[in-house]
T-cell receptor
Framework: DAKTTQPPSMDCAEGRAANLPCNHS???????VYWYRQIHSQGPQYIIH???NNETNEMASLIITEDRKSSTLILPHATLRDTAVYYC??????????FGTGTRLTVIP | GAVVSQHPSWVICKSGTSVKIECRSL??????MFWYRQFPKQSLMLMAT?????????EQGVEKDKFLINHASLTLSTLTVTSAHPEDSSFYIC??????????????FGPGTRLLVL
């Protein structure tokens, strides 16, 4: 599966949009982009996934570039409860998830 | 929907004893379940993958005789840590795979079980 690169940490002001980038320049045509997050001492939580089109659900939006070499997870109005480690995972199927180091997002009051 | 539970949420045991952790998919049938381990300040590491009614597939370096996995039904998988030692102290997390919208499956994770071996 393709490797991903994420910034180790980010801060975001409460109420503002949080934009979390992910680079996956070696992604293959049949690989999806998945996003999970892990709040401290809890199991990971599924957020969203996509193949090539932008996706939106009640939690977030996923913007995938046209060449699919990078993507951005957008939390439209960050709250303190969104403070977590966010993992961008590229995989051919959800039965094969590799969790890297992720981005530690801190939402600041 | 897509809720996965684990029991117990935490356990303390003496060295040499065995500990069983249960993982249940509450509102869907999971043909595949996964067990992960997470040490402090590290990311999740996959231990094994289990399919209902068949033997689990273990990742390299994970002892199958020490970490016994049983996936007897579509909603229940158990992980037994046999003869636990202090180095087995960790956060154990299960997940279950559920098809999503006809394309691309999604793994849903349990809340985790914190094991402390004294």
């Amino acid at each position: 599966d393709a490797k991903t690169t994420q910034p180790p940490s980010m801060d975001c002001a409460e109420g503002r949009a949080a934009n979390l980038p992910c680079n996956h320049s070696t992604i293959s045509g049949n690989e999806y982009v998945y996003w999970y997050r892990q709040i401290h001492s809890q199991g990971p939580q599924y957020i969203i996934h996509g193949l090539k089109n932008n996706e939106t659900n009640e939690m977030a939006s996923l913007i995938i570039t046209e060449d699919r070499k990078s993507s951005t997870l957008i939390l439209p109005h960050a709250t303190l409860r969104d403070t977590a480690v966010y993992y961008c995972i590229v995989t051919s199927g959800a039965n094969n998830l590799f969790f890297g180091t992720g981005t530690r997002l801190t939402v600041i009051p | 929907g897509a809720v996965v539970s684990q029991h117990p949420s935490w356990v303390i045991c003496k060295s040499g004893t065995s500990v069983k952790i249960e993982c249940r998919s509450l509102d869907f049938q999971a043909t595949t379940m996964f067990w992960y381990r997470q040490f402090p300040k590290q990311s999740l590491m996959l231990m094994a993958t289990s399919n209902e009614g068949s033997k689990a597939t273990y990742e390299q370096g994970v002892e199958k005789d020490k970490f016994l996995i049983n996936h007897a039904s579509l909603t229940l998988s158990t992980l037994t840590v046999t003869s636990a030692h202090p180095e087995d102290s960790s956060f154990y997390i299960c997940s279950a795979s559920s098809p999503a919208g006809g394309w691309g499956e999604t793994q849903y994770f349990g809340p985790g079980t914190r094991l402390l071996v004294l």
